[in-house]
């Protein structure tokens, strides 16, 4: 059960990784709040996991919280970059 658990953790955290690599790469405004918003959900897994086999299903709660304030935010940032290119 533990090399599963290492396993996904290892898998969760390269696709973090590439999720911040776009981020910090990407070509368009778009690529990065997306980038931002994959990492944000590759997080809520994180969290979910790491609760689901340290026996702490309060970490849910906690993880869907997060994807409430991650989508939240994604919205916000989208409808401000929106409003700032039909200013220009």
Known sequence: MTAV???ACAALLVSMLL??????????????????NGLGTK?????????????????LDIAIVYA???FVTTAAIL??????????
């Open 68 to 70: 409430l304030i991650n």
């Open 5 to 7: 658990f290492w396993a």
């Open 19 to 36: 999720f911040l690599l776009r981020a910090l790469l990407g070509p368009t405004v778009y690529d990065r709040i997306l980038a931002m």
């Open 79 to 88: 409808r401000l970059v929106q409003h700032a290119r039909l200013e220009s």
């Open 43 to 59: 997080t809520v897994l994180f969290v979910a996991l790491l609760g689901f086999f340290c026996g702490r299903p309060d970490f």
